[in-house]
């Protein structure tokens, strides 16, 4: 078994970072790893792509589980997988999508692994149809804090099954999970396309019905304009292209598939990042402009549907070495004058942010630390150590938590424990499994602790 090194550790954000014990270890050694560790205890990592310190335990013991060519099972009568915790959606997907299916959920970007999109309850923007990737998980195999491993699922031990679902890997580490997958006729998108003037024409453009006939919904917004272009937007809606709808060259070969790296931002970090205020309201203007006014069933690639930013490797190092932070919130429905009033404060503050995309949630499923709920989400990225950004998010949260909203956990690097006791009502109940399963606390993360999640 190998022995754990030292490593530096930061979440996909570049803030925050701590050193921990790292090691890979197969699936088969989890629990005979966990003997080495200590007070800190220990957490299993996946790809770093949660952006704050999610997948950090500073002073403790940080576990890869190694994906190997076996971990992936499909069966294509029963339309499902089963696949091992360490396998990245990417990986996934160049198996099931040539078979004719597709993930269930996927975020924004395919370098998550399954046991990453679990414990993070992971939505997209089907959230209004099919809900998080909870909702379409069979079972789960686990090993829990003392060595022993047990099968989990909604109806094999329901309440440690929807602590792990959006427990952030403080339950136990998954070894495989088992998934219903979506069947699709092609590898394409049959997407449309609009331009949005404002934010109230965009909540009820989105509320109008027309999304619920659409799988697939998402607008990105632009924060920086202000007065009556003030959250004015590119709405975009897709549903998986069936044979009929490719021209003669798709369908010589309706599931190819195969994504690529179109360039990398290279390693050195420069002191002050690319992306700021300037840079980002002439991306806005052009992105914003270059959007056709309306555009219907125009046909395109899954990745460049679902995860654009993967074509650039490392985009993340576009702000510096000051890094980002990532902001997502939810408020329920009814509350559009709060998602109103964040937009407003958004863009008189000037924060700059490039990546800022609105999604309609559907009704939440019984994990207690699940963070979709019906509503409205909205997710931004702004660059750190901002001059005023702490007190402008804390100012936000109140909005968030007195309009009965909450934030995701995945994406935090800034919350505090109250915003959590308000924001999350079911929490007590989720510590009481998780103590029952871990009573002395061996698995634990910088988030946990930060959060009083442990």
């Known amino acids: ?9 930061w979440g996909w954000g570049r803030t925050n970072p701590t050193v921990a014990e790292a090691v890979t270890v197969e699936a088969a050694s989890l629990a005979a790893t966990l003997k080495e560790a200590g007070p800190r205890g220990a957490l299993v990592r996946g790809l770093g792509r949660s952006y704050g310190d999610a997948a950090q335990n500073g002073g403790g013991l940080v576990l890869h589980v190694a994906a190997g060519a076996g971990d992936i099972a499909l069966d294509t009568v029963s339309g499902k997988v089963t696949v091992g915790s360490g396998v990245s959606i990417d990986e996934l997907l160049r198996i099931i999508v040539p078979r004719g299916f597709f993930v269930p959920v996927t975020p924004g970007t395919r370098f998550v692994t399954i046991g990453g999109a679990i414990a993070s309850d992971i939505h ?3 959230h209004h149809v099919d809900g998080s990737i909870g909702a379409h998980v069979d ?34 580490a998954m070894v495989e999970a088992t998934l219903r997958l979506l069947p699709i006729e092609t590898s394409r998108m049959r997407v449309d396309t609009s331009r949005v ?14 999304d619920d006939d659409a799988r697939y919904s998402v607008a990105w917004i632009d924060l920086v304009a202000k007065g009556r272009n003030l959250g004015r ?4 809606r897709g549903e998986h292209a ?15 598939y195969g994504p690529h790296q179109l360039v990398a931002v290279p390693p050195v970090v420069p002191p002050i990042g690319v992306l700021n205020h300037a840079s980002i309201a002439a991306f806005n203007e052009f992105w914003f402009r270059r959007a056709p006014v309306r555009r219907v069933g125009h046909i395109e690639g899954i990745a460049a549907f679902f995860h ?30 709060a998602m109103r009033t964040v937009v407003e404060r958004l863009s008189a503050s000037g924060a700059p942010s490039f990546l800022a995309v609105l999604k309609r949630f559907g009704a939440a499923n019984p994990a207690p630390l699940s963070f979709p709920r019906a509503g409205w989400t909205l997710a931004l990225d702004l660059p750190g150590a901002s001059h005023g950004l702490g007190d ?18 995945a994406k935090d690097s800034h919350m505090t424990p109250n915003a959590v006791v308000r924001g999350y009502p079911r929490l007590d109940e989720w510590k009481a499994i998780r103590n029952q399963v871990d009573p002395h606390g061996v698995w634990q993360s910088d988030l946990g602790r930060r959060l009083g999640l442990i």
């Open 308 to 337: 654009p930013l993967d074509f650039v490797g490392s985009w993340n190092r576009l702000y510096g070495s000051r890094g980002m932070l990532q902001y997502q919130f939810v408020v329920p429905f009814g509350e559009e004058r």
């Open 139 to 172: 079972s789960i195999t686990m090993v829990l804090a003392d060595g022993s491993t047990t099968t989990i699922g909604p109806h094999v031990n329901p309440s440690l099954f929807w602590a792990t679902v959006g427990g952030m890997g403080l339950t136990g």
């Open 124 to 126: 997209g923007k089907n």
């Open 197 to 210: 003037a404002d934010l109230d024409a965009l909540l009820a453009t989105m509320s109008s019905g027309d």
């Open 392 to 409: 402008l998010l804390h100012s936000l949260d109140r909005v968030v938590l007195d309009a009965g909203g909450r934030h995701y956990f």
């Open 242 to 256: 069936r044979f009929d709808d490719l021209d003669a060259r798709d369908a010589s070969a309706p599931y190819a």
């Open 233 to 236: 937007s590119v709405l975009s």
């Open 1 to 9: 078994m190998p022995r754990p090194s030292r490593a530096q550790l």
